[in-house]
């Protein structure tokens, strides 16, 4: 199975807002509502930001939010700050019982 | 606090075996789904597999996994376990174990365990 497409990079200025875009097909992203978005620093472990397409774990500040039309999810993050920058990942649970991540987006802040 | 410790990674030989704990701490591991999460050296996240929490006997898997990775539970040491077999340099990667809080969303990660597959 292909990893869910995502852009290999966006950037932004701070304040700005961001959107990354997550696509699949109607097997995985469309199929389910199981899509979650995870934030990676550099040598750390990921960490979940948003769960079941919107849901946003405690904790997670609600700057990051989350959406779904058809085959694609999106993670759009507003009022960016430079502690945003980091890689993001998306994943999605498949018809086939596995789940799929995307190959990942390095955020730039500017 | 919630807290999953991975060991057990290594270097090994093309075609010999492995297996990885995970320990967890602050939570009762049975109780939730766990899964196996990895990245190999400056790449990104791929799930290896995962189980149902102890209520359900269901377990998953990837399909370059399938038949030669088993993931299993001991409820009464509070660890899961990958064991991983006929191993290739393709399996060289930073191992994650990662707690269910939904299905298939993973909020508690441990720090890893790396895997090097060389000859």
């Known amino acids: 199975q292909s990893a869910l497409t995502q852009p290999a990079s966006v950037s932004g200025s701070p304040g700005q807002s961001i ?39 405690s904790g997670i500040s609600n700057r990051f939010s989350g959406s779904k039309s058809g085959n694609t999810a999106s993670l759009t993050i507003s009022g960016l700050q430079a502690e945003d920058e ?22 730039t802040v500017l | ?22 320990a967890a701490s602050g939570f009762t591991l049975s109780s939730h789904g766990m899964h196996w999460v990895r990245q190999a050296p400056g790449k990104g996240l791929h799930w290896v597999a995962g189980m149902d929490y102890a209520g359900g006997s269901k377990t998953y898997y990837a399909d370059f996994a399938k038949g030669r990775f088993t993931i299993s539970r001991d409820a009464s040491k509070n660890v899961v376990y990958l064991e991983m077999s006929s191993l290739r340099v393709e ?5 994650y174990c990662a707690k269910d809080m939904d299905f298939f969303s993973f909020d508690v990660w441990g720090q890893g365990t790396m895997v090097t597959v060389s000859s």
Request: charged share 15%.
């Open chain 2, 91 to 95: 399996d060289t990667a930073l191992y």
């Open chain 1, 86 to 107: 980091a890689d993001y990942y998306c994943s999605s649970y498949t018809v086939s019982d596995t789940l799929l991540f995307g190959g990942g987006t390095k955020l």
């Open chain 2, 1 to 22: 606090q919630r807290q999953l410790v991975e060991s057990g990674g290594g270097v090994v030989q093309p075609g010999r075996s492995l297996r990885l704990s995970c």
């Open chain 1, 19 to 57: 959107t990354i875009s997550c696509t699949g097909t109607s097997s995985d992203v469309g199929a389910y509502k199981f899509v979650s978005w995870f934030q990676q620093y550099p040598g750390k472990a990921p960490k979940i930001i948003i769960f079941d397409v919107s849901g946003r774990p």
